[in-house]
């Protein structure tokens, strides 16, 4: 059976309380609880003027899968916080979100730090590992980088 979901994509100045909230909740969740990272995932890139939080939202309006997009410098993009609900997973959600960020960025070039055991799954977008691997909160990571 597939999961019915919304696509949502908003400035981080037009997010309501109530959807930032929603979306900090899924992501404290997953990479703090689950993932057992006690790190500060408010970074105060949230409400930067030009971040873009795009999520897929459940029939009864839950954050299943969420996904930021900010603006590092003018023309450059950093795919982050990418993250689907335990209990959501198998149903191609994350990839849906990736979809939509690759649309918004367009030919500009973009990076983002994949957690190892997930770089296959941001390679089918284009990018590409660069460098060595690093531990970031105990988690091997990798830079991935999709040119423009």
Known sequence: MTLHATLRREWAADLTPQQLYD??????DIFVVEQKCPYPELD???LEPSTRHFWLAGD????LATLRLLEDKPGSYRVGRVCTAADARGNGLSGRLMEAAVAEIGSA???LDAQVAVKDFYARYGYVTEGEEFLEDGIPHITMRRPG
């Open 23 to 28: 979306l900090l909740r899924l992501r404290v």
């Open 44 to 46: 105060g890139r949230d």
């Open 60 to 63: 009864d309006g839950r954050v």
């Open 109 to 111: 070039p973009s990076v």
